[in-house]
């Protein structure tokens, strides 16, 4: 119960880790999960199937991938 997940920023390789029973209530409500780097700003998808995922494919993911990000590091 007391697990962590590690969720890797698939741009900058930035680890951050999350509580398991609250990554499996997000999932009760929606089958993906959207991780917000930090360090780079970039977004990352998740899939669960049977275990996380990353999916590289989402739309969602890469729309807010390619705009302008707000901090103008980059």
Do not use: A
Not at 19 to 24: A, I, V
Not at 25 to 52: A, G
Not at 62 to 67: A, E, I, L, R, W
Not at 69 to 74: E, Q, Y
């Amino acid at each position: 119960m007391f697990k962590k997940y590690r969720l890797k920023c698939q741009y900058c390789g930035s680890d951050e880790y999350k509580w398991e029973w609250l990554l499996k209530l997000r999932l009760i409500f929606t089958n993906r999960i959207y991780f917000h780097c930090p360090v780079c700003h970039h977004t990352t998808s998740y899939l669960h199937i049977f275990h996380l995922r990353h999916d590289s494919l989402d739309q969602k993911e890469k729309f807010f991938n390619k705009g302008k990000l707000f901090d103008d590091r980059l």
